[in-house]
């Protein structure tokens, strides 16, 4: 997948039919933030924080989004989406002249630091031509005037009519847009002062801005408008959100909490959630959860902040991007079935936590649903606990431990992406036995890697089973039951896998259907 994904188009990728089920796949994380520049409402994917400085800026004052990426990074987080969000955020505008009127170019990306440039010129047309002419567009570095990007269009048209219609070309183009009113006349060739055939460019007349302050409706965003945590809706697969503060002073309110735990849940994601400065003891910190409502196996909580060991006392730090490197490292060392309770897997020795908890406070947390920092050897601090926040009802019981939870979503990602290519194969029996072939490999593969308790697993498959009598759908379910380690007692599930998506529901198992056939 490319890093960038074009608005309006979902590109999803088909694994290969039969091929073996990858075991051990990259954890991807996804923050949605504030930025200096950058495409807004589109993932991008970096893979260390230099590319986040050269895409979106450097670290910015007014937004906390370059901290969490560098935390993140810096705690063994490899593939990361950025969904840049503003509030009122303006690109900068360009006027090229024609003959009285004027092409009008309002760049893509806004921002302060954006700027681009434009250049005109007639190379390659004929001399009694009037309506065709070329436009180049430059990204230029602010601070050291490199050229960052560049695009060029020929021939183009100032006439509505036109095949070539600039307004009409500038849509496929990643730096501008063409603004009314239209020009009237094709645009001048741009050159130096007296030098008419010596080329120039013309740089912005108004400059972009950075827009107010998020509010949480900004990290929500429109499922329809593809904004916000929807934008989401454009890359295949994450496993883990992150919500960084909105601002300085300011924190991610329960209304965002709660639609992004419904979006998480939609998708099969991990919600990372920090805990309120205003936290000063455990029993706030457990009080102040139940009072936000946040129950759910999809939400990872945690207390308390982080404070630097060198830097000022008075400030507290949230830790949850940190969480989400370790979490990629984890999985990358160990696998999700793991605690991050593990060798290597500590926080900078620079960070220790704002509080010390004794062991009834740690226990209280717990059992509310809530992990907590504290030290351990070497003087690191570590996460300990690997509860979720699904506390307190029957449904979610099997899921209040973190390693059950995140492997079985794994396990459902993985098997979804895998098996899509069924949905395009005839639906018989023989489909059945190698859809089962295929899962039953990779569950005795998770097997060896000490994943599961044992092999006494049961995959059953029935191809066309969505096919009612009221639809023309088709599809193939498949029947799991696996015991993870760490768990208390055998999980079941079935996964609903159809040309239009994929859906997971539960179900219970009799034994006297083990290893049956199809």
């Given at each position: 997948m490319s890093d960038a994904v074009d608005h309006g188009i979902t590109v999803t990728e088909i694994a290969a039919m039969d091929q073996p089920i990858d075991v051990c796949p990259e954890t991807t994380a996804a923050f949605i933030g504030r930025a200096l520049r950058g495409p807004l409402n589109t993932p991008v994917l970096l893979n260390n924080f230099g590319e986040f400085r050269r895409r979106f800026g450097d670290v910015w004052g007014r937004s906390s989004l370059g901290p969490a990426v560098k935390q993140f990074f810096d705690h063994g987080g490899k593939g990361l989406y950025i969904v840049r969000v503003a509030n009122n955020a303006r690109g900068a505008m360009l006027c090229l002249p024609a003959s009285g009127s004027a092409l009008v170019l309002r760049a893509v990306e806004p921002g302060s630091t954006e700027f681009i440039r434009a250049a005109v010129d007639y190379d390659g047309i004929d001399g009694d031509n009037e309506e065709l002419f070329n436009l180049t567009l430059q990204r230029v570095n602010p601070t050291t005037g490199t050229v960052l990007d560049q695009e060029f269009f020929r021939k183009l048209s100032w006439e509505k009519d036109s095949a070539t219609f600039v307004a009409d070309e500038l849509l496929a183009s990643e730096m501008a847009r063409v603004e009314h009113p239209y020009p009237t006349h094709r645009p001048e060739r741009t050159t130096v002062s007296g030098r008419p055939y010596e080329p120039s460019y013309v740089d912005h007349v108004q400059a972009g801005t950075d827009g107010a302050e998020l509010s949480n409706y900004d990290l929500v965003g429109s499922r329809r408008e593809r904004s916000g945590l929807f934008a989401l809706e454009q890359i295949e697969q994450f496993?883990?959100?992150?919500?960084?503060?909105?601002?300085?002073?300011?924190?991610?309110?329960?209304?965002?909490?709660?639609?992004?735990?419904?979006?998480?849940?939609?998708?099969?994601?991990?919600?990372?959630?920090?805990?309120?400065?205003?936290?000063?003891?455990a029993q706030e910190a457990v009080d102040g959860v139940r009072d936000l409502g946040y129950a759910s196996p999809n939400l990872l909580g945690y207390y308390p902040r982080v404070i630097e060991r060198r830097g000022d006392a008075d400030v507290s730090r949230p830790a949850g991007a940190a969480l989400a490197g370790l979490l990629c490292k984890l999985d990358r060392t160990y696998g999700p079935w793991q605690t991050l309770d593990q060798q290597g897997l500590g926080l900078h020795r620079q960070l220790k936590p704002e509080y010390e908890l004794s062991?009834?406070?740690?226990?209280?947390?717990?059992?509310?649903?809530l992990n907590t920092l504290a030290a351990g050897p070497a003087g690191k601090t570590r996460l300990s606990g690997s509860v979720t926040m699904g506390r307190g009802s029957e449904a979610y019981a099997r899921f209040s431990k973190l390693p059950v939870r995140r492997f079985c979503l794994r396990i459902i990602s993985t098997i979804a992406t895998a098996t899509r290519w069924a949905v395009f194969e005839p639906e018989d029996n023989a489909l059945a036995r190698r859809l089962r072939g295929q899962v039953l490999t990779y569950l005795h593969c998770l097997d060896d890697l000490g994943a599961l308790v044992d092999d006494d697993f049961i995959v059953q498959c029935d191809a066309g089973v969505s096919n009612r009598s009221d639809s023309e759908e088709h599809g193939v379910t498949i029947l799991l039951k696996f015991h993870p380690a760490g768990c208390d007692e055998p999980i079941s599930l079935t996964l609903h896998q159809t040309a239009s998506g994929f859906r997971v529901g539960s179900t219970a198992f009799g034994l006297t259907i083990r290893h049956s056939a199809t």
């Open positions: 496993d883990l959100l992150y919500l960084p503060a909105p601002g300085k002073g300011r924190d991610v309110g329960p209304a965002a909490v709660l639609a992004a735990e419904l979006y998480c849940r939609e998708r099969g994601a991990m919600l990372i959630v920090d805990p309120l400065p205003d936290w000063s003891t062991d009834d406070d740690q226990l209280m947390l717990m059992r509310a649903g």
